[in-house]
């Protein structure tokens, strides 16, 4: 595998920079946040429109531009350098992604190209009030209905962007099922009768997260993602993608905590010297330079396995997800700590950092979760 990103592949992250120094700096990340929709949405429009974001990973044949998870890890890391707050995560890499992986070539003409224009943002909904990440945790019950369609009734926690999505692809099981069987992905409006939404009290933020209360929701059985509920092995690979993609936006997070905490160094003077001349600093610099490295690594190479729909895409998402979980959450701190009491303050960017980082650390599954997984993959 090369590393290297092609020169189309360097273009587009620096287009990204360039679009995103103009319009996710830190007054526009605080108005975004700070605002209703959670996103300022002529920038999204801007993004979907001319720049094609929303359509990276779409083949062509749904209206996307057909490139792959390279172009994404790509996009996903200068994001999170930028703290974007768009619905990009949960439209691209959780709704997108979900369809792309079980839906069926007729679900995907008919939903993939209003997420490519960026016209439907869509989410998953998938991890509950239990608080698990694995399709064991799964209690929502998705019941025959009238017509050949099914009733889901349950409830949905910590959907990203859940709140203001126009589609949400829902997992739920047969009733009476356990562990894997009988799961199912449900594809709904977010206007379907019987489905509530309530937005949830965050740590971060500058991503969104909502409650979806589901009783007696009923679907036609054309909103079933494939053909039955047995949607456990495409909901595991749903997942390990979604998890590469957040793993190369806590790089982004990581690289630029460091790089705030290095500039800080430079122009903060104690004792007459910059504090950056200071062994202490210096050397909490150079570990946070090794650990954002080390997590550039697993995600790149996690990248390089998507894109190629490798069988290791489930070790190496969970190596990825966790090297960049604790890679992001030790530079966030870290910053916090070079920067001192003014980490703290609401006027310095650090706690935002530091807040994405921590969240993102637990989102889709945390350290000790993937480590478990990918010594249970390995026989350990």
């Given at each position: ?40 949405p ?33 996009l ?33 003409r ?77 594809a ?5 009768p ?93 570990d ?6 080390s ?53 310095y ?22 480590r ?9």
């Amino acid at each position: 595998m090369n590393f290297a990103f092609t020169e189309e592949q360097e273009a587009l992250r620096s287009a990204a920079r360039s679009f995103l120094a103009d319009h996710s700096g830190s007054e526009q990340v605080r108005a975004a946040m700070a605002s209703e929709l959670g996103h300022d949405p002529q920038v999204w429009k801007q993004i979907a429109a001319e720049l094609g974001w929303t359509a990276v990973i779409i083949p062509e044949a749904y209206g996307g531009l057909g490139l792959g998870f390279v172009e994404l890890v790509a996009l996903q890391e200068v994001m999170g350098e930028a703290l974007f707050c768009a619905p990009f995560f949960s439209s691209v890499c959780l709704g997108a992604n979900a369809l792309l992986v079980a839906g069926s070539e007729e679900q995907k003409r008919a939903l993939l190209p209003g997420i490519a224009e960026g016209e439907t943002r869509a989410t998953l909904a998938f991890a509950e009030p239990n608080g698990r990440w694995d399709a064991s945790g799964i209690e929502c019950v998705a019941r025959p209905g009238a017509g050949g369609g099914f009733a889901l009734d349950g409830t949905k926690s910590f959907a990203v962007d859940g709140y203001r999505a126009d589609l949400l692809v829902v997992a739920a099981r047969r009733e009476g099922s356990t562990g894997e069987d009988g799961i199912g992905l449900f594809a709904l409006a977010g206007d379907t009768p019987g489905l509530a939404r309530r937005a949830l009290p965050t740590l971060d933020p500058t991503r969104p997260l909502a409650e979806i209360a589901l009783r007696d929701a009923r679907v036609p059985a054309s909103a079933l993602l494939g053909d039955d509920l047995d949607a456990a092995p495409a909901l595991r690979k749903i997942l390990a993608r979604a998890a590469v993609a957040l793993s190369a936006e806590l790089v982004g997070v990581a690289q630029k905590c460091l790089d705030l905490s290095v500039d800080y160094a430079k122009e903060r003077v104690q004792f007459g010297r910059p504090i950056g001349s200071f062994q202490a600093i210096k050397h909490k610099c150079a570990d946070m330079m090794v650990a954002v490295e080390s997590a550039r690594s697993a995600s790149y190479y996690a990248g390089c396995v998507a894109a190629e729909d490798s069988d290791e895409l489930l070790v190496t998402a969970s190596l990825a997800k966790a090297t960049c979980s604790e890679a992001a959450f030790r530079c966030a701190a870290d910053a916090i700590q070079i920067h001192g009491g003014v980490g703290f303050t609401w006027e310095y960017d650090v706690h935002l950092y530091f807040k994405r980082a921590r969240a993102g650390e637990h989102l889709l599954g945390d350290p000790a979760f993937h480590r478990e997984r990918v010594a249970r993959a390995i026989g350990l």
